[in-house]
């Protein structure tokens, strides 16, 4: 298996723009996380799906960032506007199992808004 | 909600010495518990986990953890660290709804 597929690994952008992360979960997982890293706050759980329906996005920021899952293997994170405090790492995990299972993550886009 | 505590945010060692991570989470009921590492510029790798059963959990590149449960403890241990344990060690809780929190990281550095 390819693992945990993320698009792109680097983007940079500049302030007010849309920027748009892809993730593509491990064939037969059930259960997507998206996770923002920074120097300042460490690792921080966004938004998880399973079954591609939200369940806790009690993460997400603010309104600028949506994200959704339209079929079990492909997901966005959208961030519009973007603003320079968004610059971090936005990892995607998945995992098998509707209960705790182990995470694997994808590679992470490193953001940088300028 | 759960908090994961890793008081120790960056540790130095030179190569052969022990190592021991420190990590510490709030809840009280039952838990799963994981270790992750973060090599410089790759993604995140699970080093172990502890379900249920034996407290004392083997991982790869012999890595353990012990897992106290009146202590709300997980501390991860290696006898002798090498230059390529040079990497952030993450620890994980999951309280069993797929919710996992993860403590704020320790950077390892190994000196050779």
């Known amino acids: 298996d390819a693992g945990v597929i993320q698009s792109p690994r680097h983007e940079v952008t500049e302030m007010g723009q849309e920027v748009t992360l892809r993730c593509k979960p491990i064939?037969?997982?059930?259960?997507l996380f998206w996770y923002r890293q920074t120097m300042m706050r460490g690792l921080e759980l966004l938004i998880y799906f399973n079954n591609n329906v939200p369940i806790d996005d009690s993460g997400m920021p603010e309104d600028r960032f949506s994200a959704k899952m339209p079929n079990a293997s492909f997901s966005t994170l959208k961030i519009q506007p973007s603003e320079p405090r968004d610059s971090a790492v936005y990892f995607c995990?998945?995992?098998?199992?509707?209960?705790?299972?182990?995470?694997?993550f994808g590679p992470g886009t490193r953001l940088t808004v300028l | 909600a759960q908090s994961v505590s890793q008081h120790n945010h960056h540790v130095i060692l030179s190569e052969a010495a022990s190592l021991e991570l420190g990590c510490n989470y709030s809840y009280g009921g039952t838990v799963n518990l994981f270790w992750y590492v973060q090599y410089p510029g790759q993604h995140l790798q699970l080093l172990l986990k502890?379900?249920?059963?034996?407290?004392l959990v083997k991982g790869i590149k012999g890595f353990e953890a012990e897992f106290i449960k009146s202590k709300f403890s997980f501390n991860l241990r290696k006898p002798s660290v090498q230059w390529s344990d040079t990497a952030e060690y993450f620890c994980?809780?999951?309280?069993?709804?797929?919710?996992?929190?993860f403590g704020s990281g320790t950077k390892l550095n190994v000196k050779p």
């Open positions: 995990a998945s995992s098998l199992g509707v209960s705790a299972d182990t995470q694997y």
């Open positions: 064939s037969g997982h059930n259960s």
């Open positions: 994980a809780v999951n309280e069993g709804f797929n919710k996992f929190y």
């Open positions: 502890y379900f249920s059963g034996d407290p």
